[in-house]
């Protein structure tokens, strides 16, 4: 490869931001610039923040397709747990023991929105069934309210 090759590949990879300072803006999506925006949304919900945060600074400094952009901003938000992209179902489940139920309806969503795990919405369930069950759940303390002293 030749030097002006090399430095076209390089300057393709990253941008200028306004300070003057490079942004890297690599995809994390193989083929990215050449893809049409279907085959990108199709692809989005299979990438953490992060990448998608890349994909939105990429998209919005080069193509700025709408329908692209809508699903990022229909997909971007906070994890439901620390960490929760790179948790395996195994450590979600055992991030949802003691959780309450707002928790476990972010867990529903997010997986429901991403990756559609059948273990980890099976987890969501039996905290929420484990939930419901407990004297401590609100609507069991509205069903039985504590005797009035007096």
Do not use: W
């Amino acid at each position: 490869m030749s030097l002006l090759q090399s430095l076209h590949l390089q300057s393709s990879a990253t941008d200028v931001g306004s300070d003057g300072a490079t942004i890297d803006t690599q995809s994390p999506i193989d083929g990215y610039d050449r893809l049409g925006a279907r085959k990108i949304v199709a692809q989005l919900p299979q990438h953490s923040q992060i990448e998608l945060a890349t994909i939105e600074t990429h998209e919005r400094s080069h193509k700025a397709r709408p329908a692209v952009l809508n699903k990022l901003g229909y997909l971007r938000g906070d994890e439901p747990l620390p960490g929760y992209d790179s948790l395996d179902p195994e450590q979600i489940s055992t991030g949802l023991d003691g959780a309450d139920l707002d928790t476990a309806k972010r867990v529903r969503e997010y997986e429901r929105k991403f990756k559609r795990r059948s273990s980890v919405l099976d987890a969501v369930d039996r905290t929420r069934d484990a939930l419901k069950t407990t004297p401590t759940s609100i609507s069991t303390r509205r069903d039985n309210p504590a005797p009035s002293s007096g």
